[in-house]
């Protein structure tokens, strides 16, 4: 992270103190943007024996089958699979929803009191 006078050694003090605070008050924003792209859901069908990890951007992260599953047939394996990714994309979405929640309500509250004021 850059300092307030990095690159700007002309910025008086209350600039300077500005800039200090201003860092200060988004770095919030960016340890929720950290943990938003460092989340992975989670999920499994088939009594976990199909587990399947989704990455922050949406992709398909892994998928672990347990050799027993193959006992289910091809078409059951296959709706196991996606079963157990459809699972860990809606706990990526949950995980994601609390994490805004929780990252931006205390910007909401400020924005309120702001406009109220």
Do not use: Y
């Not at 860092?23 to 499994?44: F, I, K, M």
């Not at 990890?53 to 699979?81: K, T």
Request: charged fraction near 25%; proline fraction near 4%.
């Amino acid at each position: 992270m850059t300092t307030p006078d990095d690159g700007a050694p002309f910025l008086d003090e209350e600039m300077r103190r500005f800039l200090a605070e201003f860092q200060a008050d988004t770095r919030p924003l960016e340890q929720l943007q950290e943990g938003l792209n460092a989340v992975r859901g989670r999920g499994e069908a088939a009594n976990g024996q199909v587990t399947a990890e989704v990455l922050a951007s949406g992709a398909l992260g892994s998928v672990r089958i347990d050799p027993r599953a193959m006992r289910l047939g091809a078409d059951a394996l296959a709706e196991a699979v996606l079963a157990a990714a459809n699972a860990a994309a809606a706990d990526l979405t949950a995980q994601m929803e609390r994490m805004m929640t929780d990252g931006l309500t205390p910007f909401a509250d400020e924005v309120r009191r702001f406009n109220q004021g």
